[in-house]
């Protein structure tokens, strides 16, 4: 992604004290996300950093998260020293959003291997269902000030 801070990503994983999201930066049904949280989190909870970027890489090193093709295939949160994946990042994310979103999260007592049979499935067809880009977006303005490697330029 261009634009990103030339601050290094581990200082930068060091001062995070909010819960992050990493998601995948080329696929549009991944932004749309990214843009549907912003919406719904009023206080600013959350930042965001592609999967491919610097800081995506760091966090994902520093929970022992490899960045194959498995881990394009989700969404990671990154909360309170812990890192989560596909139904149980998504779940824990729409409980700290405004709006109706936390009814949603009794939906973790769900057994693991169901929620993450769907999500694997959506996750398995997205790009041919939403489509992708070549590269990871600039964000909109608005937007870009959420993303971790900008919390701290």
């Known amino acids: 992604m261009s634009g990103e801070s030339a601050r290094d990503p581990a200082a ?11 998601f995948d930066g080329v696929c549009n049904l991944c932004n749309s996300f990214v843009r549907f949280v912003v919406r719904f989190d009023a206080e600013g909870t959350f930042r965001f950093a592609p999967l491919q970027s610097a800081i995506g890489e760091e966090l994902l090193a520093r929970y022992d998260l ?9 969404v ?12 149980t990042a998504a ?9 109706p979103w936390p009814l949603l999260y ?32 600039m964000p909109d303005p608005e937007l870009r000030e959420r993303f971790a490697e900008r919390s701290f330029d």
């Open 12 to 22: 930068v994983a060091d001062d995070l004290d909010t819960p992050v999201l990493l």
């Open 66 to 74: 490899e960045p194959d093709d498995e881990t394009f295939d989700t």
């Open 76 to 87: 990671v949160l990154v909360e309170d020293g812990e890192a989560y994946t596909r139904s």
């Open 91 to 99: 779940l824990r994310v729409a409980r700290r959003l405004d709006g």
């Open 106 to 137: 009794p939906l973790v007592y769900l057994p693991r291997r169901l929620r993450d049979g769907i999500y694997d499935l959506v996750a398995k067809y997205r790009y041919r269902v939403f489509g992708s880009k070549d590269e990871c977006p």
